[in-house]
């Protein structure tokens, strides 16, 4: 039976094995985050990072820690204010760093799914073209978000405490949550020039619909930046729609830059 033969049926399991699929990666790599640690071993004065098995130090607690030693303000404690926290945390870290280990594999197998009849060529340049730019786009949202905008605002947030002389403490769950929530924001809004690429290229979108629709991207940029930025002063939001922004822009000449090389 070719794919276009498939029933609804097929296509529904079809579906469903490629889902558990990526359910049991991203579990078993979660697994391995709160199980195993990565500790130096020496032999012959040359120090190696092996996985051994471990409760507390384990990769999950050790991403935490590294997070707050490079994120938290210095003027700002971070506490644990009921028990459980902490550990709580480390969950957090360990789902987001194995669906970011599988970001590979969730593209690789949504690629599977609707083209089920592509060539191996045409499944080489999918790796090339798509599954390994999505993960680069990802990965490059997360790192601008952990060297330039979650600092930023929260060095500008607690500042405030600091101005008035008053002792600021920060709960380990809120921190966790509060960069997270950046970490996976701006993972997938750095998807989106290469989907403005796709739209346009595939024929799906014209490439004068992003010009002609800007002031509608602009405004829905500002209202996302709006939502997901903790504070109402209507300051630190401009730190996250100013990148969107920027990415919208990069979208636009990508789009322009490839039709005129297809002419």
Known sequence: ????????????????????????????????????GLHPVTINNYSFYFFVPTVYNNIASQVTLFLSENLVPSQVDL????????????????????????????????????????SITSK???????????????????????????PIILTFLYQYGQSIGVITFLNISDFVTFVLQFFIAF??????????????????????????????ALLIIIVFGAIIT???????????????????LIGIILVKVRIKSSQ
Not at 127 to 146: C, D, K, Y
Not at 230 to 248: A, R
Request: hydrophobic share 60%.
């Open 1 to 36: 039976m070719t794919p276009g033969d498939m029933l609804f049926i097929d296509h529904l399991k079809e579906l469903r094995n490629r889902f558990l699929r990526i359910i049991v990666i991203t579990i078993a790599i979660m697994i391995v985050c709160t199980v195993f």
């Open 79 to 118: 506490i644990q204010t009921a028990p459980g926290q902490a550990l709580f945390a480390q969950i957090y870290v360990a789902i987001l760093i194995s669906i970011s280990c599988a970001i590979p594999i969730i593209v690789r197998e949504v690629l599977a799914f609707i083209s089920p009849a592509i």
């Open 124 to 150: 080489r340049k999918a790796v090339t073209n798509i599954i390994l730019p999505t993960a680069a786009l990802f990965f490059a949202g997360i790192l601008f978000s952990f060297y330039f905008t979650i």
């Open 187 to 216: 993972g997938i809004s750095f998807q989106l020039p290469l989907i403005m690429f796709f739209l346009s290229f595939g024929g799906i979108i014209g490439d004068k619909f992003w010009i002609r629709n800007f002031k509608f």
């Open 230 to 248: 903790p504070d109402g002063s209507g300051i630190t939001m401009w730190f996250i729609s100013i990148p969107m922004l920027v990415l919208y």
